[in-house]
């Protein structure tokens, strides 16, 4: 059984985690990421990692799902603009 404070969590991971999918979503379907931080990105990616971890040693749902989905569309992102420095 999930408690009020997971609860808590959970929809604070639903929001955080939903905030990146436009921009993973512009990322992808115009292939540019003129504007967006390498550095930010490379800092936000470890961070939210660290945060996977920590979830994953306190056992607590909300942190994983959260984390685990921010991650990947973080990384994806991450990716664009490697790929992007890349090429020119």
Known sequence: MIDNIELIGLLAAI????AFIPQV???IKTKSVKGLSLTTYLIFTTGVLFWLIYGLLKSSISM???N???FL????I???ILKNRNSK
């Not at 929001?15 to 939903?18: A, D, H, Y």
């Open 25 to 27: 979503y512009k990322v």
């Open 68 to 70: 685990g989905i921010t």
């Open 64 to 66: 994983i799902i959260g």
């Open 78 to 80: 991450l990716y664009y």
């Open 15 to 18: 929001l955080t985690t939903t």
């Open 73 to 76: 569309l973080a990384f994806s």
